[in-house]
């Protein structure tokens, strides 16, 4: 194993491009994310109270730092004639305007596409939204409705006990489409010198994330059944009880794989059965053969089970909780979490740790451009390049259209 961290990327690819997002939650401020990861200068506007992610609790509470690090923060009052022109001037200086809002709300302000895009053709501009336009799209979304009603909740749960998945599954990937579909119309942009909208929805994210369930109903004429319930794919795919209650998931995916299997575990018994030999004829008999595995594992410690898959090259995955994640030694070897600052909460200024990007450019690691920033805190910075004096920044604070 290397067990040294990747360093970080020095030229970041979006360096030069500003980015202004009239984003909040989780999906729009992901999509600031990626970009500002890649190097863009992401100028988030909050409203005059701040983004209310900054005080959320339970399981919102890592929402903030987590989705607005590398970003600059100006907090401006859009209901005021004075605030949402600072916007509008704002985001006449931006190559990607960002925003996930309900449909025309920005269209009130000015600051919808028609409007940036008759002053600067080259706009980019992202709508993260809860559904793409049709008969859905001024219903109001959110991850846990468009699980329910886009089959993700049935196929996580048990028969009849939906349950959404784990993380904010489609408020993530829709922002990092809006990301993909910006970076698409950066380049086309670049050939033609034309910027235009792109939209990206939980809806359809959602969609695209249970379509090989539908293709499998297509191909089949069966119905999938919820993944507690679910005809595996492979013979041996499953977590299994072992030793003193603990619990790891073991694989065997290939016929090559089950020999192993039954070669390390000493099961060669199992691996010259005629009916076993193949892994499709192990799916048909998982029946049997699950309650024999897991009868003959029961008495395995996982670390020994870990030790030895790791050893003959066989998945297998200990059971973990995500503070476990801190630990990790993968991840602590290879620079797989960074350093930031909180800025919010009762440990506002206190260090921790937080995810990268899951990818590399060139073998580096693009790191955290900047902290997670405190509210308002690039305002009078971001006015005075705008070209604002300190007397009209003054009179904006005075008058609470911008903080």
């Not at 005080?55 to 949402?84: C, T, V, W, Y």
């Not at 799209?137 to 993700?152: F, I, K, N, S």
């Not at 030694?329 to 909460?345: F, N, Q």
Request: contains cysteine.
């Amino acid at each position: 194993m290397n067990d040294q961290p990747h360093a970080l990327l020095r030229q970041r690819p979006l360096e030069g491009l500003r980015v202004v997002e009239f984003t909040h939650m989780v999906m729009g401020p992901t999509c600031g994310l990626v970009l500002a990861d890649l190097g863009a200068e992401v100028i988030k506007v909050e409203p005059i109270e701040g983004d209310r992610t900054r005080h959320l609790l339970g399981a919102g509470a890592g929402f903030f730092p987590m989705f607005n690090r590398g970003k600059k923060s100006i907090a401006i009052d859009l209901h005021q004639p004075e605030g949402a022109a600072v916007a509008r001037k704002l985001a006449a200086s931006a190559d990607v305007v960002a925003e996930n809002f309900k449909p025309r709300t920005m269209a009130k302000y000015g600051l919808d596409y028609a409007a940036l895009s008759a002053r600067n053709e080259r706009l980019i501009y992202v709508s993260c939204k809860g559904f793409l336009p049709g008969p859905y799209e001024h219903r109001t979304a959110l991850d846990e409705v468009v699980q329910m009603m886009g089959g993700l909740a049935y196929m996580t749960g048990r028969p009849g006990d939906p349950l959404r998945a784990g993380s904010s599954v489609n408020d993530i990937m829709g922002g990092m489409f809006g990301a993909i579909g910006a970076l698409g119309a950066i380049i086309q942009r670049g050939i033609t010198g034309k910027g235009q909208e792109v939209q990206s929805a939980l809806f359809e994210n959602n969609v695209f994330l249970v379509g090989q369930h539908m293709l499998q109903y297509a191909i089949t004429g069966e119905p999938a059944a919820p993944m507690p319930e679910r005809i595996s794919a492979w013979g041996v795919y499953d977590v299994f009880t072992v030793n003193g209650g603990e619990q790891i998931f073991l694989a065997a995916v290939s016929d090559a794989q089950w020999r192993t299997f039954c070669d390390a575990l000493g099961f060669g018994d199992l691996r010259d059965k005629p009916e076993y030999a193949t892994n499709n004829q192990r799916v048909r008999a998982r029946s049997t053969l699950m309650p024999l595995l897991r009868e003959r594992l029961s008495t395995r410690r996982a670390d020994e089970l870990a030790a030895l898959f790791e050893k003959v090259g066989l998945p297998f995955a200990p059971i973990r909780k995500p503070e476990e994640l801190y630990d990790d030694p993968h991840l602590k070897a290879t620079g797989g979490l960074a350093g930031i600052t909180l800025t919010d909460g009762a440990r506002a200024g206190q260090p921790a740790q937080t995810t990268l990007l899951p990818f590399t450019l060139g073998g580096d690691r693009l790191g955290v451009g900047a902290q997670p920033p405190r509210m308002g805190e690039d305002t009078a910075a971001v006015l005075a390049q705008l070209g604002y004096d300190a007397t009209e920044i003054e009179a904006l604070r005075a008058g609470h259209a911008v903080a």
